[in-house]
């Protein structure tokens, strides 16, 4: 660990000498880490490094380097971008490493996080604790292009798995319905098992157009079909969400790929041309477009 903050800390800051304070792409420092990196000297002689970015094979994370915040004890933080709170998070020690920590992220706080720093003009790290507190902060200059990087390098977190689908869609048809004065009559089970990708446990998908509000006859249906979401079922309990639309219907030709039909106007088609198919490659965090005819 010691070697990675000296890359970080001190090469870094060498190689950029009249960059100190500016955020760089980093491409495999010590063979560890992608992403976006910047680092700043303390008055008292050492180095803190801040990373958006990921080690092989790892979803992206927010990660500190500070001997530092090792003496501390130290692990509440809030982010903040030209004063304005973007992110809470309870740093962890990564196992092994003394003075590396990481946020475990998840794909919702990497989002909530990544656009302000690209476009902000400063960003602060406060710990707190107690009476105590360390506060890491520095310019943003360098962050967009730094970020873009550690962006497209980087995989994201999956998505947290959903307990209950079927019930949260019921909830939310009977929330949306109610804002309309109306109520719901279930016409049809929303969600009916479906395999996608040939993996237990079985998956799922959920139809908004099985329930009817007594206010509206289409509230979630119109000429482009239904409002359909699809779930992975994950080994450990839940689903993940992967594709969401509206669509006529779907289908898995085979394990792991996935046609949907839908209005034609996804493929330039313009009135009663006919439908537009979408073909996917299922992956355990979403899908990814193969075909559009």
Do not use: N
Not at 167 to 178: E, I, K, T
Request: aromatic share 6%; glycine share 12%.
């Amino acid at each position: 660990m010691r070697r990675f903050a000296i890359l970080l800390a001190a090469g870094l800051l060498r190689a950029a000498s009249v960059q100190a304070q500016m955020w760089m792409p980093l491409t495999g420092t010590g063979g560890e880490f992608d992403g976006a990196v910047v680092c700043e000297d303390h008055p008292w002689g050492e180095s803190s490094c801040i990373l958006l970015g990921c080690r092989a094979g790892q979803p992206i994370d927010l990660y500190v380097v500070s001997r530092t915040l090792t003496r501390s004890g130290l692990t509440d933080a809030m982010l903040t971008v030209d004063g304005r709170v973007i992110s809470v998070a309870a740093f962890q020690r990564q196992e092994g490493h003394d003075d590396l920590f990481f946020a475990g992220a998840t794909r919702q706080s990497i989002e909530a996080i990544a656009e302000p720093l690209r476009r902000g003009s400063r960003f602060a790290l406060d710990f707190e604790g107690g009476a105590a507190g360390l506060t890491l902060q520095g310019s943003l200059r360098g962050s967009s292009r730094a970020i873009d990087h550690a962006l497209s390098v980087c995989p994201m977190p999956l998505p947290a798995p959903v307990a209950d689908p079927a019930g949260d869609a019921l909830a939310q048809v009977q929330r949306d319905c109610a804002e309309i004065g109306g109520t719901v009559t279930p016409e049809q089970p929303m969600a009916r098992p479906v395999d996608i990708d040939g993996v237990a446990p079985m998956d799922l998908a959920v139809d908004f157009g099985a329930v009817r509000c007594s206010s509206a006859s289409s509230l979630y249906c119109g000429s482009g079909g239904c409002s359909q979401q699809i779930y992975l079922g994950v080994a450990g309990g839940g689903y993940r969400p992967i594709y969401g639309d509206t669509m006529y219907g779907f289908e898995v030709p085979s394990p792991g790929v996935l046609r949907v039909d839908v209005h034609g106007s996804a493929c330039g088609r313009v009135g009663a041309s006919g439908a537009c198919r979408l073909t996917f490659r299922v992956d355990p965090d979403g899908v990814t477009l193969l075909s559009k005819e």
